[in-house]
């Protein structure tokens, strides 16, 4: 064993902490292009669609692809180590996306962001379910999820007033070196634990996706969660733009408004979510599924009705409904996922998970929005964004629907935590 294998991990916070920040730069570096929307297609001449291409399609490509034998290179290796590198990698092109001149350079830039995180979640959900037990575990996870609000408040306040101080290459550029510096933070502190005896290597891909295959609990946890991130991805990429066009809001203004809702709202939904299942699941399994379909309900109808509101005053608690119960499932479903496969095969079973996910939900939904609108704007104008938003939203029933069934399911699928699995 090396010697930095040797070397004592950091305590279960002090790594959660760490993989935390992580992500919140993960979904800095997503948002902060949807903060830019507008200024960067006045300045490369984009359409809706091409925008929505390099929002989604670009970046999904390859992240989703990757994300499965990356996952298990972390379980076969170091998970910390892929996390570190992940982060780097899609660093440099975060700054490189400041550089491009025009849309094929952007798309090919996204794409490399795209390849560098499709290697931080997965081995981060697998660390997570490692170092804090069963009972605690979804709340664990809840709290790693918080990046996703809190980066994506960050990457449209932060965004919006790099853009206006410095221009939208520079924000880029900017957002890019702080994730190079955080690398081998990363590396020399978030450590694995030392894996129990070698029966607890980790299993080839061919073992753990006909495993997880042979489940329906599996199938409609991942549809259930593509149906919702179709439409959460979409939003989070067009949000800023509806807000410019619809609501004549400019580009500081709009980063303040869709920041507050994602402290607030995100945030405390992403925790609810955590705290709740642990609490519901405990007696009935089914509550991990059952919770985030209930969200999805309320949530097609908070989006709607926010995203159609005569104004910013009415739109901004509707809003915050929404943007609170559509994050809740992460913490529930996420661990779900980790307990339909046994633990040494936690970070590919996520990356079958993720796959599934992102190929659908990121993959389409940011391009099917930007393509709607662009196909609307001759009889809506300017209002065509908002009416592909809100007509969007029918997904997230969709999502619900899947979920109720996945909750049918899901105790006979379960398998008990065990640290010899």
């Known amino acids: ?42 300045d490369l001449h984009l359409t809706d669609t091409e925008f929505g291409a390099i929002g989604g399609l670009a970046f999904a490509m390859l992240y989703s692809v990757l994300g499965l034998p990356l996952a298990y290179l972390a379980d076969r290796t170091s998970r910390s180590a892929v996390i570190a590198a992940s982060v780097a990698v899609w660093s440099a092109f975060t700054a490189l996306c400041g550089t491009a001149t025009g849309y094929l350079q952007l798309f090919l830039y996204r794409l490399g962001v795209g390849v560098g995180e499709a290697g931080g979640v997965a081995p981060s959900y697998a660390l997570i379910a490692d170092h804090f037990p069963p009972e605690r575990r979804a709340r664990a996870l809840a709290i790693y999820s918080l990046g996703i609000p809190l980066g994506l408040a960050g990457g449209s306040l932060i965004g919006a007033y790099l853009a206006h101080w410095v221009g939208w290459r520079s924000a880029f ?29 980790a299993a080839p891909i061919a073992e753990v996706f006909p495993l997880l295959a042979r489940k329906p609990s599996f199938w409609l946890l991942a549809l259930a969660s593509s149906s919702s ?22 580009l500081v203004g709009t980063g303040q408004f869709l920041s507050s809702l994602l402290l607030i709202g995100g945030t405390a939904g992403v925790f609810a979510g955590g705290l709740l299942a ?39 608690p509707l809003l915050l409904v929404g943007n609170a119960v559509n994050i809740l499932w ?21 990356g079958s998970f993720l796959l599934i996910n992102n190929l659908i939900g990121l993959g389409v939904g940011p391009l099917l929005i930007g393509r709607i609108s662009d196909a609307l704007k001759s ?7 908002r ?35």
Request: hydrophobic content about 55%.
């Open 1 to 42: 064993m090396s010697p930095k294998t040797k070397r004592a991990s950091a305590s279960p916070r002090v790594l959660l902490a760490l993989l935390l920040i992580a992500y919140i730069f993960n979904f800095l570096d997503r948002q902060i292009l949807g903060i830019l929307a507008e200024p960067i297609k006045a």
């Open 173 to 201: 550029l900017v957002m890019g070196v702080a994730g190079l510096i955080l690398a081998p933070i990363l590396r020399y502190f978030v450590r694995d634990l030392p894996k129990a005896k070698p029966s607890a290597a």
């Open 229 to 250: 991130s179709l439409i959460g991805y979409g939003l989070a990429l067009w949000t800023p733009a509806v807000i410019m066009r619809s609501f004549g809001l400019e």
């Open 278 to 316: 642990d609490r519901l699941g405990a007696g009935n399994k089914a509550w991990y599924a059952r919770l985030p379909a209930i969200a999805w309900v309320v949530s097609a109808f908070a989006w709607a009705a926010g995203l159609l509101a005569p104004n910013l005053w009415i739109a901004w």
């Open 330 to 350: 992460l913490g529930p479903v996420i661990t779900a996922v980790q307990h339909l496969a046994p633990a040494r095969m936690r970070s590919t079973a996520s």
């Open 379 to 385: 009889t809506y104008g300017a209002d065509a964004l």
């Open 387 to 421: 009416v592909a938003a809100v007509g969007g939203t029918a997904f997230y029933l969709l999502a619900a629907i899947l979920m109720f069934f996945a909750a049918k399911r899901l105790q006979n699928d379960w398998v008990e935590d065990s640290r010899e699995a």
